[in-house]
């Protein structure tokens, strides 16, 4: 009885090593994605014997959702996702590749999975895209009477300091931030300082979780409104000078 179940414990895993000996898919295991770069996922076939081997069916997929596939005469399947990426297949090399990649599409606990069916067998390995830390935009928020700062398309999360000068006031305490989970997994991190507004800028930063890394920055001032209406005004004058020039290009005519 014992050596039976022992012959059968030694044979399992000597098939299924055959098995995988013969025909393998190889991705990355873990690939960075540049904020707002784009990213390719790639996966290989390799086969004790390539020759022979014959692709049945190769696909990527995620959650088990299928993202795409291709068939033995190498037309691709895509399916509809919100966000935009496209697959490639060429010689038994099947890439998945974004565009731009969401927080979403994202993280350790969503893994890639790259599937292969062949006439020499199937396998299956998985490739984790992790994006990294990301601020699309910081803006000084100009209408209330205390200085306050919006960041958005933030990933992951982050710290609102705020500096006057080079000196820290605060890194929580005399500030109200509001977080919100935006489409796709952005956070939306607004920071209203609890003091008035000042003719010395306040800088108001954000801090990665992460890295604990400074990633945006924006001064907060009261002459931040008048620098925006002297933008204004300059326009107005190239507005007024394209005027006069039009005038005198008119007078020309009709003096001609
Ligand atoms: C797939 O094969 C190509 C060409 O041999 C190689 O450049 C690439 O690094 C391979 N990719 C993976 C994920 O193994
Ligand atoms: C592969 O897919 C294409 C498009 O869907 C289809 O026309 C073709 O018959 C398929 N080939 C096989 C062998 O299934
Ligand atoms: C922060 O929120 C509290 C409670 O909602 C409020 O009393 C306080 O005035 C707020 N401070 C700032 C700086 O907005
Ligand atoms: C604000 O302060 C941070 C931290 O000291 C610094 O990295 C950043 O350059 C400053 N930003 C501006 C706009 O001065």
Same mark, same amino acid.
């Given at each position: 009885?014992?050596?039976?179940?022992?012959?059968?414990?030694?044979?399992?895993?000597?098939?299924?090593?055959?098995?995988?000996?013969?025909?393998?898919?190889?991705?990355?295991?873990?690939?960075?994605?540049?904020?707002?770069?784009?990213?390719?996922?790639?996966?290989?076939?390799?086969?004790?014997?390539?020759?022979?081997?014959?692709?049945?069916?190769?696909?990527?997929?995620?959650?088990?959702?299928?993202?795409?596939?291709?068939?033995?005469?190498?037309?691709?399947?895509?399916?509809?996702?919100?966000?935009?990426?496209?697959?490639?297949?060429?010689?038994?090399?099947?890439?998945?590749?974004?565009?731009?990649?969401?927080?979403?599409?994202?993280?350790?606990?969503? *893994? =890639?999975? $790259?599937? +292969? /069916? #062949?006439?020499?067998?199937?396998?299956?390995?998985? @490739?984790? %895209?992790?994006?990294?830390?990301?601020?699309?935009?910081?803006?000084?928020?100009?209408?209330?009477?205390?200085?306050?700062?919006?960041?958005?398309?933030?990933?992951?999360?982050?710290?609102?300091?705020?500096?006057?000068?080079?000196?820290?006031?605060?890194?929580?305490?005399?500030?109200?931030?509001?977080?919100?989970?935006?489409?796709?997994?952005?956070?939306?991190?607004?920071?209203?300082?609890?003091?008035?507004?000042?003719?010395? *800028? =306040?800088? $108001?930063? +954000? /801090? #990665?979780?992460?890295?604990?890394?400074?990633?945006? @920055?924006? %001064?907060?001032?009261?002459?931040?409104?008048?620098?925006?209406?002297?933008?204004?005004?300059?326009?107005?004058?190239?507005?007024?000078?394209?005027?006069?020039?039009?005038?005198?290009?008119?007078?020309?005519?009709?003096?001609?």
């Amino acid at each position: 009885m014992g050596f039976k179940a022992l012959i059968t414990l030694w044979l399992v895993p000597a098939l299924t090593l055959t098995k995988q000996e013969m025909v393998a898919v190889n991705v990355s295991p873990h690939i960075t994605a540049e904020c707002g770069k784009p990213v390719i996922l790639r996966c290989n076939v390799t086969s004790k014997s390539p020759d022979e081997l014959e692709v049945k069916i190769m696909e990527w997929s995620q959650n088990k959702m299928l993202l795409c596939s291709v068939n033995s005469s190498g037309e691709i399947t895509t399916q509809n996702k919100l966000s935009p990426f496209r697959c490639e297949y060429k010689d038994q090399q099947l890439s998945l590749i974004f565009q731009n990649v969401q927080p979403m599409e994202s993280g350790r606990a969503n *893994p =890639y999975m $790259c599937k +292969l /069916k #062949s006439n020499q067998g199937a396998a299956h390995a998985y @490739s984790r %895209l992790e994006l990294e830390e990301c601020c699309g935009t910081v803006e000084p928020i100009l209408t209330s009477r205390e200085p306050g700062c919006t960041f958005t398309h933030v990933h992951p999360d982050g710290d609102v300091h705020w500096f006057l000068g080079s000196r820290l006031i605060s890194d929580g305490s005399l500030q109200n931030v509001s977080k919100r989970v935006e489409d796709g997994g952005w956070l939306t991190i607004s920071s209203y300082l609890d003091r008035p507004r000042s003719d010395v *800028p =306040y800088n $108001c930063s +954000l /801090k #990665s979780t992460t890295s604990d890394r400074y990633i945006a @920055s924006t %001064l907060v001032t009261r002459k931040a409104l008048f620098k925006n209406l002297r933008g204004d005004a300059s326009s107005l004058t190239v507005t007024s000078l394209k005027m006069i020039l039009y005038i005198s290009v008119s007078l020309i005519v009709t003096v001609k």
